[in-house]
């Protein structure tokens, strides 16, 4: 995918309009918000093309240096810049064409976390307790907020289901391709026979919206309060704090029993519905993208297996792009992790860059 000098030189002159803007003092409001998320979406490209035009530039300078005729010592430094930027400039105009691409809206959003036990009875519960953590420590890694909203726990120390929100600039773009079905190979702590079972968790990441962006009127919400219960009698709340929120046009519900405080719990409840109907509604919205998204990296969706950690071996295999790492501790503990996640985007990048040049 080859970009013009032009189409550079539209670029600077447009970011550089959007410099001046902000920098007049002129807007408030609206109008400086809007401005201000311009400037944050255009300036990796602008950067990128910046690059692009400056190889391009010594480029033609040096190969006037390199005419016959010229002084040899100075043809000998041009021949060697020559090389090295021949050599670099490939790179920047495919870096430059990642940039351009078309972007999720959502990417630069924070995100609910939604984790649950398929498969497997209490061993799948544990395991779903294991994707929990690792989420947790990547994001401590990443410099995200990793707060409990809701959780479900198991008698053994596992979660049935737990919702997480992640708050943090761009979130959703990089754990969007976790959604989909976790699949666990181990020998379960409750298997005295040493046999190797296979169990699932489910993951849903989900873009988190502003209020603005989903429409709740109360007249839609059945709101029920009740006692909470935990695992083993264990944090039994002795008040009615726990609260499920019904929207009546979809049917969606929402638990939370996490917080002791019957408003907080409302609050959190409140967030996670709101994350579910912007999701329903952007899978409306996309129609025909959201088909090409599937040809991508995968759609998401929870029935979709993804990935299978398989602790006798040490592996974890990503079943879209069939990478196979085998550094299962260290993806569960956190760090391993963004390696899975630069291969997929990667992936998806790769892919949508060969459609747009067909």
């Avoid at 005729?69 to 050599?87: T, V």
């Avoid at 379960?188 to 873009?207: F, M």
């Avoid at 079943?319 to 998806?348: F, K, V």
């Amino acid at each position: 995918m080859s970009i013009s000098d032009a189409r550079l030189a539209q670029i600077a002159a447009r970011f550089a309009e959007i410099e001046a803007r902000l920098a007049s003092g002129t807007l408030e409001g609206k109008d400086f918000i809007a401005a201000s998320r311009d400037y944050a979406e255009l300036e990796p490209v602008a950067k990128a093309a910046g690059a692009v035009a400056s190889m391009r530039g010594e480029l033609a300078s040096l190969a006037a240096l390199n005419e016959p005729g010229s002084d040899p010592e100075m043809r000998e430094l041009a021949e060697e810049e020559l090389a090295r930027i021949r050599a670099d400039l490939p790179r920047a105009e495919h870096a430059l064409a990642i940039a351009m691409l078309p972007r999720d809206a959502a990417d630069s959003r924070s995100a609910m976390l939604e984790v649950r036990a398929g498969t497997g009875g209490d061993e799948a519960a544990l395991f779903a307790a294991d994707l929990l953590r690792m989420y947790e420590r990547f994001s401590a890694e990443q410099g995200w907020r990793f707060e409990m909203v809701s959780a479900n726990a198991s008698d053994i120390g596992g979660f049935k289901e737990a919702v997480a929100e992640i708050s943090g600039n761009g979130v959703f773009a990089r754990l969007k391709f976790e959604s989909g079905v976790h699949r666990v190979q181990r020998v379960p702590v409750t298997e005295s026979g040493g046999r190797i079972h296979t169990s699932a968790a489910t993951v849903a990441v989900l873009p988190e919206p502003d209020e603005v962006d989903v429409a709740i009127e109360d007249r839609d919400l059945k709101i029920d309060v009740y006692r909470a219960s935990g695992a083993g009698g264990q944090h039994v709340n002795t008040t009615d704090s726990a609260v499920r929120i019904t929207h009546l046009p979809t049917g969606t519900v929402v638990t939370c029993q996490d917080g002791r405080s019957q408003h907080k719990n409302k609050e959190k409840a409140m967030a996670v519905l709101r994350a579910r109907l912007f999701e329903a509604q952007r899978d409306a919205a996309q129609g025909a993208e959201a088909e090409a998204r599937r040809a991508m990296v995968g759609s998401g969706d929870r029935s979709e297996r993804i990935r299978t950690y398989n602790f006798p071996q040490g592996r974890v295999t990503d079943h879209r792009i069939n990478l196979t790492l085998h550094r299962l501790p260290e993806i569960l503990e956190g760090p391993g992790l963004g390696e899975l996640i630069d291969a997929l985007t990667a992936e998806d990048q790769a892919k949508r860059l060969a459609a747009l040049g067909e």
